[in-house]
């Protein structure tokens, strides 16, 4: 594989992270670039650890496992993750309040992580095609990360003034966004 095919295989792989950091960032209360920053470490992290294990699943288990098994879930465990995390988003910026709307200044890590989960489940299934071509995984794998690093940074920048637009219901933006992107990922491998 060229570097570049490596830096689009990269680049498409952050998609979906981006979509999400956007939504992120709209409903955040004023993010800062450490903010955006430490959201794109934890995505690109997470995008960068699932082909790897993509690729270990490929490589060791291609006598056992056909790829084609991965592929062929891989879409419906992302869309189960984002749709629900969008309908709690949906719930909770729906839902009648007497008090003041809380805006967020940080997301907590667990939901962070859980989302860039179910945004890199499809890097996996990448990983595990890796496994069938040469490719240094550890060079791919990086190069994905360092882009969703890179796109989650700059969409979470980009939502902030998204949010400030859309206003308090930035969180029904962000849920709407999240179950979109699940039902994208879904019908785009169906």
């Not at 891989?74 to 869309?79: G, R, S």
């Amino acid at each position: 594989m060229n570097p570049i095919a490596l830096l689009l295989l990269a680049f498409s792989m952050s998609t979906d992270a981006f979509s999400v950091a956007i939504s992120k960032g709209a409903i955040l209360k004023n993010p800062r670039f450490t903010e955006a920053f430490r959201m794109g470490i934890i995505f690109g992290t997470i995008e960068a650890i699932t082909p790897i294990i993509g690729w270990l699943i490929g490589h060791s288990a291609t006598s056992f496992i056909d790829a084609s098994f991965i592929e062929a879930w891989d879409h419906w465990v992302a869309f189960v993750i984002l749709f629900a995390l969008g309908l709690h988003m949906l719930y909770e910026g729906l839902k009648p309040s007497d008090e003041t709307i809380e805006v967020l200044s940080r997301h907590s890590f667990f939901k962070l992580a859980l989302t860039a989960f179910g945004t890199s489940i499809d890097a996996m299934a990448v990983g595990v095609s890796l496994a069938f071509v040469k490719v240094n995984i550890l060079l791919a794998a990086g190069l994905i990360g360092l882009a969703t690093t890179t796109m989650v940074t700059l969409g979470v920048m980009l939502g902030k003034v998204l949010g400030s637009i859309i206003g308090h219901r930035a969180e029904v933006f962000g849920g709407v966004m999240l179950i979109a992107i699940g039902t994208w990922i879904l019908f785009s491998h169906l």
